[in-house]
Nanobody, 124 residues
């Protein structure tokens, strides 16, 4: 069982940066692939980024590629999402997710564990 708690959301102007963290409980974190998803009002939850169990492999949605960076620290049981050059369309609730596999992709059903979400608002 893994419990996930996101933090770091907030309000930022377009072009600015924001960093999200996701703290995980449980001894098996280092064997889980992790991902970030987001959901804007009235829209479906969409994939943002994923990282393999070791951190050696990352995968991004085209909409954030080159602007967002996912990383993890298995000693701290934490996964991060650094968001740069933010746009108003990045406004959403951001969710951290855990998959009991070494590698995961962009489908929500690959992930068994979800955090409660953190709000990110980008003003124009």
């Amino acid at each position: 069982q893994v419990q996930l708690v996101e933090s770091g959301g907030g309000l930022v102007q377009a072009g600015g940066s924001l960093g999200l963290s996701c703290a995980a409980s449980g001894r098996t974190f280092s064997s889980y692939a992790m991902g970030w998803f987001r959901q804007a009002p009235g829209k479906e939850r969409e994939f943002v980024a994923a990282i393999s169990w070791s951190g050696s492999s990352t995968y991004y949605a085209d909409s954030v590629k080159g602007r967002f960076t996912i990383s993890r620290d298995n000693y701290k049981n934490t996964v991060y999402l650094q968001m740069n050059s933010l746009k108003p369309e990045d406004t959403a609730i951001y969710y951290c997710a855990g998959s009991p596999t070494f590698y995961s992709g962009s489908y929500y059903y690959e992930y068994d564990y979800w955090g409660q979400g953190t709000q990110v608002t980008v003003s124009s």
